[in-house]
C-alpha cells in the first residue's frame, strides 16, 4: 500500500499567497484495481492560473489543483504500461491511483535528450497557448510587430521566439535586467526591464515608432491601458492572462480602453488554450521539431523537491522564473 503525499489549500490566499496557506498531507492510495493504474510523480507544473482558479474552483481543504509528469509504476491497464509516461492532471500529489481518464500519454519516441520537464512547458499547455494565440487569435502574418508581456515565461519566451521564426519584429518585456538579456539572445529585435524603465510609453513608443500590429498580453491591468493608444489601425490584441491583477484584493479601476479600442478599430479577444485541443497532436509534433532544431529554448526554473511546491508557487508569481517554472520531484 503506498502513502501518496498531498498539498492541500489550507486557507483561501488573501492578496500574495504566503507558505502557511499550505499544508501538506499523508494520503493512503488504495491497491489499483482493474483499469487503473499507479502514478507517481516526476514533474509538477507551478502555473499563474492556481492563483485566480484556487478562489473560484477550490475550497479549503482541497488538493492543489494542476498537472504533472508522471511515471506509470504499477498497472492494471494496458493502455498504460509500466514504465511509460502521462501528463495527468491530478493536481499537488506525490503518487496517484485513477482508471486512465484524462491521462495523456507522452509519445513513445519522445526522445532521450529532450527532458520530459518539457511536457509541462514549452512542448506542452504553455506552449500550446504560445502559438495557437499567435496563430489563431493574433493571426500573425510575416513582417508584423509584435508586442509580448512576461516575455520571459514559459508563454511569452514561447510566442516571442514564434513570431521571430514567423518573420515578425518582435518586443518583449520582463522584470530583471538578467531576464532582458535572455529575450535579446533568443532574438527579440527589443526587450526593456518593466520594472526599470521611466517610462512605459515612451519605451513602448520608441521600440516600435510606428505602432504594434499584435499585442500578446500575459500581464493585464495598468500595462494594458498604456499600449492601447499604441496599437496600429486593426490591431489585434489576444488576451491569454492577467497576473498583474490575480492577487489583487480589489478589482483596479480605469484608464478604460473603450475609445482606442473604437478609434483604432482593434479586435481584442480573451481565449482559453483548450478551443484548439483537438489540433493538439499536430501542434506539438510542430513545437518538438522546433525544439530539436535548436529553434526553441529548452530554459526551465526547476525548484528540486515535492517539499518546495508553494515556495515554487509563490517563487513564480514573484517573477523567479525565466522560462516555465517547475518542480523535480
Ligand atoms: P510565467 O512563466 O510567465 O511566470 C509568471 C511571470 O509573471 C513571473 O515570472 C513574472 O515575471 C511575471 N509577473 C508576476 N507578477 C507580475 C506583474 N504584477 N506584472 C507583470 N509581470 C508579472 O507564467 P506563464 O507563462 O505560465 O503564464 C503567463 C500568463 O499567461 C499568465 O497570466 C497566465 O495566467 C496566462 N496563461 C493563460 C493561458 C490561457 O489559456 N489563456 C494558459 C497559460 C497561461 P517578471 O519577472 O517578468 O515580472
Redesign the pocket.
Known amino acids: 500500500m503506498v502513502v501518496a503525499q498531498v498539498w492541500t489549500l489550507q486557507r483561501h490566499f488573501v492578496g500574495f499567497p504566503k507558505l502557511n496557506d499550505f499544508e501538506l498531507k499523508d494520503e493512503q492510495l488504495p491497491e489499483p484495481k482493474h483499469g487503473e493504474v499507479l502514478l507517481a510523480a516526476v514533474f509538477l507544473s507551478v502555473?499563474?492560473?492556481m492563483r485566480?482558479y484556487s478562489s473560484t474552483r477550490m475550497k479549503e481543504g482541497d488538493v492543489l489543483i494542476g498537472a504533472q509528469v508522471a511515471k506509470v509504476i504499477q498497472s492494471c491497464n494496458p493502455s498504460f504500461p509500466v514504465g511509460s509516461h502521462v501528463v495527468a492532471l491530478c493536481g499537488w500529489r506525490s503518487h496517484y491511483v485513477c482508471d486512465g481518464t484524462g491521462l495523456t500519454p507522452l509519445p513513445l519516441d519522445w526522445p532521450q535528450d529532450v527532458p520530459l520537464s518539457l511536457a509541462l512547458g514549452t512542448i506542452g499547455?504553455?506552449g500550446l497557448?504560445a502559438l495557437h494565440?499567435l496563430e489563431e487569435v493574433c493571426e500573425i502574418k510575416k513582417g508584423e510587430t509584435l508586442l509580448v508581456?512576461?516575455?520571459?515565461?514559459?508563454?511569452?519566451?514561447v510566442v516571442g521566439q514564434i513570431a521571430k521564426l514567423k518573420g515578425c519584429t518582435v518586443v518583449g518585456?520582463?522584470?530583471?535586467d538578467a531576464?532582458v538579456a535572455y529575450l535579446k539572445d533568443l532574438g527579440f529585435d527589443h526587450a526593456f526591464n518593466?520594472?526599470t524603465v521611466s517610462s512605459l510609453e515612451q519605451t513602448l513608443r520608441k521600440s516600435a515608432p510606428d505602432g504594434y500590429d499584435c499585442y500578446f498580453d500575459?500581464?493585464?491591468?495598468e500595462?494594458s491601458s498604456v499600449v492601447m493608444p499604441l496599437m496600429k489601425q486593426f490591431g489585434r490584441i489576444a488576451v491569454?492572462?492577467?497576473?498583474?491583477t490575480?492577487n489583487d484584493m480589489a478589482p483596479q479601476k480605469g484608464p478604460y480602453m473603450q475609445s482606442h479600442i473604437i478609434s483604432k478599430q482593434l479586435r481584442m479577444e480573451?481565449?482559453?488554450?483548450?478551443r484548439w485541443e483537438h489540433n493538439n497532436q499536430e501542434a506539438l509534433k510542430r513545437m518538438m521539431a522546433w525544439v530539436k532544431e535548436g529553434k526553441l529554448s529548452r530554459t526551465e526554473h526547476v525548484t528540486e523537491g515535492f517539499s518546495n511546491m508553494p515556495a515554487a508557487f509563490i517563487g513564480?508569481?514573484?517573477?523567479?522564473?525565466?522560462?516555465?517554472?517547475v518542480v523535480k520531484v
Open positions: 502555473d499563474p492560473y485566480p499547455m504553455p497557448t494565440g508581456n512576461g516575455a520571459a515565461g514559459a508563454v511569452g519566451s518585456c520582463a522584470g530583471t531576464k518593466y520594472k500575459n500581464v493585464g491591468g500595462f491569454c492572462g492577467s497576473i498583474s490575480y480573451g481565449f482559453l488554450a483548450e513564480m508569481l514573484s517573477g523567479d522564473n525565466t522560462g516555465k517554472a
